[in-house]
């Protein structure tokens, strides 16, 4: 039995746009790890799957845009750090389409993907949020 992600002051950075894409960020991971494990079809896993890829790229594009915006000096290693996601997220979808759901991914998949999401939400995302509210933008 997964715990879902619940959404918690922690991961508040206090920016009203970041929040409500992290919030649903966290929706479309929670979609996918239930159905991961509850066994879902591969069908309906892959579709899980290309739709948290999908909003994932959206989200990292409006942070970024902000970023160069707003000239945040973090932008090149923030960005970075959204690439290496988007780029392990499309390594496990490759191998889920190898291989179907397996013990593995989904350790991945909890572990590697979702607490990244989440460290990166407390600790860059949060810096991100700091220096957009000295500069007087919420
Ligand atoms: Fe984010
Ligand atoms: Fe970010």
């Known amino acids: 039995m997964i715990t879902p992600w619940q959404w918690n002051t ?27 494990s509850q066994g879902n079809k591969k069908e309906a896993v892959a579709d899980t799957f290309r739709f948290l890829e999908t909003y994932a790229v959206i989200h990292f594009a ?25 780029t392990n997220l499309q390594n496990l979808i490759k191998k889920f389409g190898r291989e179907g759901v397996t013990p593995e991914i989904s350790m991945e ?6 607490e990244w999401l989440v ?6 995302d949060k810096k991100l949020a700091d220096f957009l509210k000295a500069k007087g933008l919420k």
């Open 10 to 36: 922690k991961l508040a950075t206090g920016n009203d746009e970041i929040d409500g894409q992290h919030k649903e960020l966290l929706a479309r991971v929670n979609h996918l790890m239930e159905a991961v």
């Open 62 to 86: 409006s942070e970024e845009n902000l970023q160069q915006k707003y000239g945040y000096p973090e932008y090149i290693y923030h960005k970075c750090l959204h690439q290496d996601f988007i």
């Open 109 to 114: 998949l909890s572990k590697t993907v979702c």
């Open 119 to 124: 460290e990166h939400i407390c600790l860059e």
